[in-house]
T-cell receptor
Protein backbone atom coordinates (compact mmCIF):
# COMPACT_ATOMS: atom_id res chain seq x y z
CA UNK A 1 0.00 0.00 0.00
CA UNK A 2 0.85 3.67 -0.14
CA UNK A 3 3.50 4.78 2.34
CA UNK A 4 5.29 7.96 3.17
CA UNK A 5 9.04 8.24 2.76
CA UNK A 6 10.81 8.75 6.05
CA UNK A 7 14.46 9.56 6.51
CA UNK A 8 16.80 8.61 7.90
CA UNK A 9 15.87 4.97 8.45
CA UNK A 10 17.99 4.88 11.61
CA UNK A 11 20.09 7.20 13.72
CA UNK A 12 22.69 6.71 16.41
CA UNK A 13 23.29 9.84 18.47
CA UNK A 14 24.96 10.86 21.67
CA UNK A 15 22.83 11.81 24.63
CA UNK A 16 22.28 15.57 24.64
CA UNK A 17 22.41 15.95 20.86
CA UNK A 18 19.57 17.33 18.78
CA UNK A 19 17.80 15.08 16.29
CA UNK A 20 16.03 15.87 13.05
CA UNK A 21 13.99 13.51 10.87
CA UNK A 22 11.61 14.11 8.02
CA UNK A 23 8.83 12.68 6.00
CA UNK A 24 7.82 13.29 2.39
CA UNK A 25 4.91 12.28 0.23
CA UNK A 26 4.00 12.46 -3.42
CA UNK A 27 0.45 13.31 -2.35
CA UNK A 28 -0.94 16.25 -0.44
CA UNK A 29 -2.09 15.59 3.10
CA UNK A 30 -4.24 17.89 5.21
CA UNK A 31 -3.06 16.52 8.53
CA UNK A 32 0.29 15.19 9.67
CA UNK A 33 0.82 13.18 12.83
CA UNK A 34 4.00 12.02 14.52
CA UNK A 35 4.00 8.87 16.64
CA UNK A 36 6.61 7.06 18.76
CA UNK A 37 6.55 3.31 19.17
CA UNK A 38 8.41 1.35 21.82
CA UNK A 39 9.03 -2.41 21.46
CA UNK A 40 5.90 -4.44 22.11
CA UNK A 41 3.71 -1.36 22.33
CA UNK A 42 1.35 0.50 20.04
CA UNK A 43 2.27 3.88 18.55
CA UNK A 44 1.85 6.84 20.91
CA UNK A 45 0.78 10.18 19.46
CA UNK A 46 3.38 12.91 19.94
CA UNK A 47 2.28 15.85 17.80
CA UNK A 48 -0.57 16.63 15.42
CA UNK A 49 -0.32 19.26 12.66
CA UNK A 50 -3.37 20.64 10.88
CA UNK A 51 -2.28 23.67 8.84
CA UNK A 52 0.36 24.13 6.17
CA UNK A 53 3.33 25.98 7.64
CA UNK A 54 2.26 25.19 11.20
CA UNK A 55 5.05 24.76 13.74
CA UNK A 56 4.06 22.94 16.92
CA UNK A 57 6.03 22.01 20.02
CA UNK A 58 5.51 19.40 22.70
CA UNK A 59 8.24 19.71 25.29
CA UNK A 60 11.55 18.96 23.61
CA UNK A 61 9.78 17.97 20.40
CA UNK A 62 9.03 20.36 17.56
CA UNK A 63 7.29 19.46 14.33
CA UNK A 64 6.40 21.42 11.22
CA UNK A 65 3.82 20.93 8.50
CA UNK A 66 5.47 21.78 5.19
CA UNK A 67 3.95 24.59 3.15
CA UNK A 68 3.55 22.31 0.13
CA UNK A 69 1.55 19.92 2.36
CA UNK A 70 3.73 17.12 1.06
CA UNK A 71 6.26 17.00 3.88
CA UNK A 72 6.82 17.34 7.60
CA UNK A 73 9.76 17.21 9.94
CA UNK A 74 10.28 16.38 13.59
CA UNK A 75 13.06 17.74 15.77
CA UNK A 76 14.04 16.46 19.20
CA UNK A 77 16.27 18.72 21.25
CA UNK A 78 18.75 17.58 23.91
CA UNK A 79 18.04 13.86 23.45
CA UNK A 80 17.84 11.59 26.47
CA UNK A 81 17.97 7.78 26.71
CA UNK A 82 14.17 7.44 26.91
CA UNK A 83 13.89 9.00 23.44
CA UNK A 84 14.99 5.63 22.05
CA UNK A 85 12.34 4.08 19.85
CA UNK A 86 10.84 4.17 16.39
CA UNK A 87 9.30 7.42 15.19
CA UNK A 88 6.58 7.27 12.58
CA UNK A 89 5.07 10.03 10.54
CA UNK A 90 1.52 9.58 9.35
CA UNK A 91 -0.78 11.61 7.19
CA UNK A 92 -4.30 11.69 5.95
CA UNK A 93 -6.52 13.80 3.77
CA UNK A 94 -9.49 14.13 6.10
CA UNK A 95 -10.57 12.83 9.51
CA UNK A 96 -12.58 10.07 7.88
CA UNK A 97 -9.80 8.63 5.77
CA UNK A 98 -7.20 6.09 6.87
CA UNK A 99 -3.82 7.12 8.14
CA UNK A 100 -0.91 6.44 5.81
CA UNK A 101 2.31 5.69 7.67
CA UNK A 102 5.98 5.98 6.88
CA UNK A 103 8.34 3.07 7.59
CA UNK A 104 9.74 4.80 10.62
CA UNK A 105 13.02 6.22 11.88
CA UNK A 106 14.74 4.08 14.49
CA UNK A 107 16.49 6.27 17.06
CA UNK A 108 19.25 4.99 19.30
CA UNK A 109 20.75 7.20 21.99
CA UNK A 110 24.22 6.49 23.30
CA UNK A 111 24.72 7.63 26.87
CA UNK B 1 -7.18 2.60 32.17
CA UNK B 2 -8.98 4.80 29.66
CA UNK B 3 -6.96 3.83 26.61
CA UNK B 4 -7.59 1.41 23.77
CA UNK B 5 -7.28 -2.20 24.89
CA UNK B 6 -6.68 -5.27 22.75
CA UNK B 7 -6.88 -8.95 23.54
CA UNK B 8 -5.14 -11.26 23.39
CA UNK B 9 -1.72 -9.63 23.49
CA UNK B 10 -0.24 -12.68 21.78
CA UNK B 11 -1.84 -15.40 19.71
CA UNK B 12 -0.08 -18.43 18.27
CA UNK B 13 -2.06 -20.58 15.91
CA UNK B 14 -1.56 -23.21 13.25
CA UNK B 15 -1.94 -22.68 9.54
CA UNK B 16 -5.54 -23.11 8.49
CA UNK B 17 -7.08 -22.22 11.85
CA UNK B 18 -9.56 -19.45 12.59
CA UNK B 19 -8.69 -16.56 14.93
CA UNK B 20 -10.51 -13.64 16.49
CA UNK B 21 -8.81 -10.50 17.74
CA UNK B 22 -10.66 -8.07 19.98
CA UNK B 23 -10.45 -4.30 20.35
CA UNK B 24 -12.07 -2.15 23.02
CA UNK B 25 -11.82 1.54 21.99
CA UNK B 26 -11.68 4.64 24.14
CA UNK B 27 -15.12 5.34 25.57
CA UNK B 28 -17.00 7.80 23.41
CA UNK B 29 -14.86 7.29 20.31
CA UNK B 30 -17.17 6.47 17.45
CA UNK B 31 -14.44 5.83 14.88
CA UNK B 32 -12.41 2.59 15.09
CA UNK B 33 -9.58 1.47 12.85
CA UNK B 34 -7.67 -1.77 12.36
CA UNK B 35 -4.09 -1.77 11.07
CA UNK B 36 -1.54 -4.50 10.46
CA UNK B 37 2.14 -3.98 11.14
CA UNK B 38 4.83 -6.26 9.77
CA UNK B 39 8.36 -6.30 11.10
CA UNK B 40 10.28 -3.18 10.11
CA UNK B 41 7.24 -1.52 8.57
CA UNK B 42 4.76 1.12 9.55
CA UNK B 43 1.17 0.17 10.27
CA UNK B 44 -0.96 -0.51 7.20
CA UNK B 45 -4.67 0.21 7.12
CA UNK B 46 -7.15 -2.66 7.07
CA UNK B 47 -10.64 -1.37 7.89
CA UNK B 48 -12.39 1.63 9.43
CA UNK B 49 -15.69 1.72 11.32
CA UNK B 50 -17.86 4.74 11.94
CA UNK B 51 -20.32 3.53 14.53
CA UNK B 52 -21.49 0.03 13.70
CA UNK B 53 -20.83 0.16 9.98
CA UNK B 54 -17.63 -0.41 8.06
CA UNK B 55 -17.04 2.92 6.33
CA UNK B 56 -13.95 1.74 4.46
CA UNK B 57 -12.72 -1.85 4.17
CA UNK B 58 -10.42 -1.27 1.23
CA UNK B 59 -7.36 -2.40 3.18
CA UNK B 60 -8.54 -5.92 3.91
CA UNK B 61 -6.16 -8.15 1.93
CA UNK B 62 -8.70 -10.81 0.92
CA UNK B 63 -11.99 -12.39 1.89
CA UNK B 64 -10.41 -14.42 4.69
CA UNK B 65 -10.39 -11.21 6.73
CA UNK B 66 -13.57 -9.82 8.24
CA UNK B 67 -14.35 -7.40 11.06
CA UNK B 68 -17.47 -6.50 12.98
CA UNK B 69 -18.54 -3.87 15.46
CA UNK B 70 -22.13 -4.83 16.25
CA UNK B 71 -22.85 -2.29 19.01
CA UNK B 72 -20.61 0.51 17.90
CA UNK B 73 -18.03 -0.06 20.61
CA UNK B 74 -16.00 -3.29 20.79
CA UNK B 75 -14.76 -4.64 17.49
CA UNK B 76 -13.57 -8.10 16.49
CA UNK B 77 -11.22 -8.82 13.61
CA UNK B 78 -11.73 -12.32 12.28
CA UNK B 79 -9.27 -14.24 10.14
CA UNK B 80 -10.27 -17.52 8.53
CA UNK B 81 -7.95 -20.24 7.25
CA UNK B 82 -4.89 -18.44 8.58
CA UNK B 83 -1.70 -18.48 6.54
CA UNK B 84 1.88 -17.97 7.64
CA UNK B 85 1.89 -14.63 5.84
CA UNK B 86 -0.81 -13.39 8.21
CA UNK B 87 1.77 -13.29 11.01
CA UNK B 88 2.07 -9.66 12.14
CA UNK B 89 1.05 -7.26 14.88
CA UNK B 90 -2.57 -6.22 14.53
CA UNK B 91 -3.19 -2.74 15.88
CA UNK B 92 -6.47 -1.10 16.72
CA UNK B 93 -7.00 2.66 17.02
CA UNK B 94 -9.94 4.89 17.85
CA UNK B 95 -10.81 8.53 17.42
CA UNK B 96 -13.63 10.97 17.91
CA UNK B 97 -15.92 11.21 14.90
CA UNK B 98 -14.38 13.32 12.18
CA UNK B 99 -11.25 14.03 14.22
CA UNK B 100 -7.87 13.03 12.95
CA UNK B 101 -6.01 12.08 16.08
CA UNK B 102 -6.05 8.32 16.35
CA UNK B 103 -5.06 6.61 19.58
CA UNK B 104 -3.64 3.13 19.37
CA UNK B 105 -3.89 0.05 21.52
CA UNK B 106 -0.88 -2.14 22.36
CA UNK B 107 -1.61 -4.56 19.54
CA UNK B 108 -2.04 -8.30 19.21
CA UNK B 109 0.97 -10.22 17.94
CA UNK B 110 -0.31 -13.04 15.75
CA UNK B 111 2.01 -15.90 14.86
CA UNK B 112 0.85 -18.51 12.39
CA UNK B 113 2.95 -21.67 12.46
Amino acid sequence: GQQLNQSPQSMFIQEGEDVSMNCTSSSIFNTWLWYKQDPGEGPVLLIALYKAGELTSNGRLTAQFGITRKDSFLNISASIPSDVGIYFCAGFISGNTPLVFGKGTRLSVIA
Amino acid sequence: GAGVSQTPSNKVTEKGKYVELRCDPISGHTALYWYRQSLGQGPEFLIYFQGTGAADDSGLPNDRFFAVRPEGSVSTLKIQRTERGDSAVYLCASSLAGQGEQFFGPGTRLTVL
